[in-house]
């Protein structure tokens, strides 16, 4: 832990491995949380998995109040693109995810939870991956954007239709519950930010950290509630959510490559596809009753994407996308 902490703390003060020192510091407690998983479960009786769905709520309203209504327009401006994204999202991950419990036999919960990080939109971490590798942000966050706000329909719909053996899906339930987590804190937070954007600068200035403290904060509890069962499965399901993972990055990016996009947007949705938002995935894993065994999989998702999509981001900063377009044919 000591280890992954340190090496957090010299990559921070690196401009050009800054970017991993985050996912360092989730291992560094990650390992803590393994080893001593009673500090994760409760604190003077209050279990601390109560505190998921109010974190996940508080970092969508922190997405809400960083949009504007610039931001919104940009879809607009770059429909086709952003559908492809928006497509190859809930088409590609769900799909590898059904495929990959096909494939490995995990019990019928835990390969639940793999369709399920699979059927979530994209997380905010793809945004700063994309700044990170020179693509473009723009689409980027419109992708994000639109995913997310379509997550209470597809996500549960996916859900019933990949994974409706393995578990029940209440198609109505997980529909409204996404929508309590995801569009609600949104509007509060687009609604926050047309109101009162720059009136509170301390919180604007706060919030980025808030969430990924409270993003930390979810993987732990759910890796200390499941850690018998992680124990298990680990290695096993660490691989296959290397692969589910690796896989969106591929071919998000070679399905943009045979639309010809350019360099930098092909990038993007390489990112876009690959990275999951894991958190809102074991809100909706400890909604349906499966904290312990759905929410495993978002919770090894959710570093281990933050150090591939870090690898990644990384080596495409020291290579500059072209900047020619490819012509329409």
């Known amino acids: 832990m000591l280890s992954f902490m340190s090496l957090a703390l010299v990559f921070r003060m690196?401009?050009?491995?800054?970017?991993?020192?985050?996912?360092?510091?989730?291992?560094?407690?990650?390992?803590?949380?393994?080893?001593y998983p009673q500090y994760f479960i409760s604190v003077g009786g209050f279990k601390l998995t109560k505190l998921i769905i109010p974190l996940l709520q508080?970092?969508?309203?922190?997405?809400?109040?960083?949009?504007?209504?610039?931001?919104?327009?940009?879809?607009?401006?770059?429909?086709?693109?952003?559908?492809?994204g928006v497509v190859c999202h809930y088409t590609v991950m769900p799909l590898i995810g059904f495929a990959l419990v096909s494939v490995f036999s995990f019990p019928k919960?835990?390969?639940?939870?793999?369709?399920?990080?699979?059927?979530?939109?994209?997380?905010?971490?793809?945004?700063?991956?994309?700044?990170?590798?020179?693509?473009?942000?723009?689409?980027?966050?419109?992708?994000?954007?639109?995913?997310?706000?379509?997550?209470?329909?597809?996500?549960?719909l996916l859900m019933h239709l990949l994974a409706g053996r393995l578990v029940p899906v209440d198609f109505s339930k997980m529909a409204w519950d996404t929508a309590n987590v995801v569009i609600f804190p949104i509007l509060a937070g687009l609604l926050f930010h047309l109101l009162l954007r720059g009136k509170l600068k301390w919180l604007d200035s706060i919030m980025p950290s808030i969430s990924m403290l409270g993003i930390a904060l979810i993987l732990v509890v759910i890796i200390a509630a499941g850690r018998d069962s992680l124990l298990k499965v680990g290695m096993l399901l660490i691989l296959a959510v290397f692969i589910h993972n690796t896989l969106g990055f591929t071919l998000g990016y070679w399905f943009s490559r045979l639309l010809r996009f350019p360099e930098s947007d092909c990038r993007t949705i390489s990112l876009e596809v690959g990275m999951q938002n894991s958190g809102l995935?074991?809100?909706?894993?400890?909604?349906?009753?499966?904290?312990?065994?759905?929410?495993?999989?978002?919770?090894?998702?959710?570093?281990?994407?933050?150090?591939?999509?870090s690898t990644l981001s990384t080596w495409w900063h020291g290579r500059l996308p072209a900047t020619v377009e490819y012509a329409d044919e």
């Open 14 to 35: 690196q401009p050009g491995l800054k970017g991993f020192a985050f996912p360092l510091a989730i291992f560094g407690t990650v390992a803590f949380t393994m080893y």
């Open 58 to 84: 508080v970092i969508m309203f922190g997405m809400g109040s960083e949009l504007s209504l610039k931001e919104l327009s940009a879809v607009l401006k770059m429909p086709k693109k952003i559908l492809v």
């Open 109 to 156: 919960e835990i390969a639940a939870g793999i369709i399920l990080v699979g059927c979530c939109p994209s997380g905010l971490a793809s945004n700063v991956m994309s700044y990170l590798a020179r693509a473009n942000l723009a689409l980027s966050i419109a992708v994000t954007t639109v995913s997310t706000l379509l997550a209470p329909i597809f996500t549960p």
């Open 281 to 309: 995935a074991s809100g909706l894993a400890f909604l349906m009753g499966g904290v312990t065994t759905i929410g495993l999989a978002p919770a090894i998702f959710g570093p281990l994407m933050n150090i591939t999509g």
